[in-house]
């Protein structure tokens, strides 16, 4: 394995960990079911499965 392949692979496992942190917070707030939560996983559910990002930008990231 390269460095650049394994660096892509730390990644990946960072955005798959960060899309199950994201989703605890926003089910814990009360916000999970919004329309900004649903772009941040989805994108880091993308990033996680190295595939393109399905949204340009989750920002401004205003919960409903």
């Not at 460095?3 to 990946?12: F, G, H, M, S, Y």
């Not at 916000?31 to 949204?55: W, Y």
């Amino acid at each position: 394995m390269t460095d650049q392949t394994a660096e892509i692979a730390r990644l990946r496992q960072e955005c798959a960990e960060a899309y199950q942190v994201v989703a605890a917070l926003a089910g814990a707030a009360g916000v999970f079911e919004g329309a900004a939560v649903g772009k941040v996983l989805d994108n880091l559910s993308a990033a996680a499965n190295g595939q393109p990002r399905p949204h340009a930008s989750v920002l401004p990231f205003v919960t409903d």
